[in-house]
Structures are given as structure tokens and as C-alpha cells.
């Protein structure tokens, strides 16, 4: 039987395959290392984490917060690190074919690793689609905002329905609005009342309407005099100032 040569561009190929596989094998066990959890439940969470939007956080018992895509270009840079090492320890060595073949597997290697991470980002990014668009494909646009701003687009939409002409608010809460969720939701009803109610624009305007957002005691705001237009469990009011 005649064994044809095996060429050393695909021979070269084949080697740096075979090493990217042994780093998805150790990489794998690291992190399962790391997490305590099953290998299955690695691989899950990867596909559940890694690149679904805005969700890319290990959440976990015992360890919160683990940044999957940190850990995942850490690792990347020191294996091509320690490769790059070993072609410098080579060249000083005088041994240059070993040394150009490493370089050309560190290049090999990092097109392999990019390449996967942006497959799985693609292929999550399109499964996210393709759920959302199931649960939202019968539903009118007001019926999809209500269902991504909850109770701050609603709010914001009682609010316009019951005032007329243009308006200066002030935003009044006993919330930390400078940090999350506060941060976000404030800004989530200062965009849905725009431009019928304007909030932070234009403070020489006088003010005649007041938001209140989660404030412990309402009354202390609202005059008697004023008018309440709305009011979501006295955690959402809209009063018109007289």
C-alpha cells in the first residue's frame, strides 16, 4: 500500500489543531476548577453567558460576578505568552526553523480561538433574536415597550395622557439615582414623557409639575393646593402644581 507524503503545510495544520484542542480541554478544566461545578455546566454557561447581550457575568453562589470574557482573553494572552517565550528562547538558541514554527502556531492559534468566540457570539446573538421575535412578533409597539420599561414606560404614558401642552418637571425621589437601577429607570421616564413633560433641560423655566419616584413620604411634596394625576402605589405620582 503507497502512502502518499503528507504535506507540511497540512502536517503544520494538523499540529496546531491538535494544540488548540488540548487548550479548549485546559481552559475547560481551569474554569471548572475555578467554579466548582460540572463540566456540562460549564459548557451551559458559556452558551447561556458568554455572549448573550448584556449578560455575559457568571452569577453564581460562589463566586459572583465572574467575568467570562476577561478570563477568556487572560487565558488566550498567556498561552501566547508563554509561546512567545519559548520561539525568543529558541532564536537566542540559534534554532530558527522551531522558532519561525511557533510564531506561525501562534498565529494559527489566535485565528482559531477568535474565530470560535465570534461563532458562539453570532450563533447566541441569532437564538436571542429568534426567542424574542417569538414572544414579541403578535404584540403592537406600545405592548413591546411596556413589556422591556414596565412600570416606568406605563407611568410615563398615564402622565401624557393627562396633561396638555408643555411642561417643566422636577424629579423628586429618595433613590441613589447616580448608580443602578435607579440610574436607568429614571432615564427610561424622562424619555417616554418628553415632550410633553420636560425634566432637567431647562431649569429657568418654572417648574409646575412634580415627579415623584419611590419617595418615602409623598405628602411632604405634594401642597394641598396641588393636583394629583397620578399615582402607581404611591411609588409613581404626577402632580400639577397650583
Known sequence: MIQL?????TLFCLKTLICFLLYSLLYIFILKSILD???VAVIE???ERLCTPNSDLFTLKNIKDFHIYSFTYFFMVLIVTS???FAIINYIGKNFSTARSIKRTILLFMFFCFFLLTFLQQSSRYNVLTKDFAVTKKRSESDKKSM???EEYE???RAKNKLSGRHQAEFLTDLKCDEDPCIINSRIIK???YPEVTIGFDNKTKKDVNVLYFVNDPQ??????DEILVNMNNEYILTLRK
Open 5 to 9: 507524503p503528507i504535506k507540511k503545510d
Open 37 to 39: 461545578i460540572p463540566y
Open 45 to 47: 454557561a458559556h452558551k
Open 83 to 85: 509561546l512567545y517565550i
Open 148 to 150: 422591556l420599561f414596565k
Open 155 to 157: 407611568f410615563a404614558i
Open 191 to 193: 424619555y417616554f414623557l
Open 220 to 225: 411632604k411634596y405634594i401642597n394641598d393646593k
